[in-house]
């Protein structure tokens, strides 16, 4: 009710208050990670924040996924679309960064193969990348020999982002479930009107 639209002005006019005066005190960074996952209280505040702040020595830093639903989707695309505002959408890690990090996590005498290996089961995808890690981490592949090294990165990496992009697929519904199958099915770079058209959905 029109109650409770004041009192949440009330509270974030005050929040925004708050952080003026923290700001006076000197430059201020506002780091947001994940705001997909902020609860709508929480991503109101960042954008009542973030169309006041122009004038003040204040940065705010906001990391999300685009592909996600829910309330920071609106907030997201006014974001994108205000002039003042930069927006980077990195790229999959190269196989110099993928070795980095696996020789970082792994050992620094882990060979070019394994490195290999990891970049290309992962594509470069950060997230499956530190989850193949992880996993690799307890298989104690430390002086095996190249081929058995890519042979476990290969086994364990298969299962380690399988069972990831498993749970996000199921944690979003129907729909997404079936046009994954539908482009699992047709292989490759699928086009949209065929994946939807198999997968029994509107384009």
Not at 43 to 71: K, M, N, Q, S, W
Not at 80 to 105: H, I, N, Q
Not at 107 to 133: E, I, K
Request: net charge negative; glycine share 10%; aromatic share 4%.
């Amino acid at each position: 009710g029109r109650h409770g639209a004041d009192t949440l002005f009330e509270l974030l006019h005050g929040l925004f208050w708050f952080l003026v005066h923290v700001a006076d005190r000197g430059p201020l960074l506002v780091l947001v990670d994940d705001l997909h996952w902020a609860d709508p209280g929480s991503v109101a505040f960042i954008g009542y924040v973030a169309r006041r702040v122009e004038d003040l020595p204040v940065l705010i830093v906001v990391t999300a996924r685009e592909a996600e639903a829910g309330e920071h989707v609106r907030l997201i695309a006014e974001f994108a679309a205000d002039p003042v505002v930069g927006v980077l959408r990195p790229g999959p890690l190269s196989e110099a960064a993928v070795a980095r990090l696996v020789r970082e996590r792994l050992g620094p005498d882990a060979p070019d193969a394994l490195c290999q290996a990891c970049h290309a089961v992962t594509s470069g995808n950060p997230l499956f990348l530190r989850q193949l890690l992880y996993a690799l981490d307890g298989e104690g592949i430390e002086g095996s020999s190249p081929a058995v090294a890519v042979e476990t990165v290969e086994r364990v990496g298969g299962r380690a982002v399988k069972e990831m992009v498993g749970h996000r697929l199921a944690s979003l519904g129907e729909s997404p479930v079936a046009v994954a199958q539908a482009v699992a099915v047709l292989g490759g770079p699928a086009a949209l009107p065929i994946a939807a058209e198999l997968a029994g959905l509107p384009d």
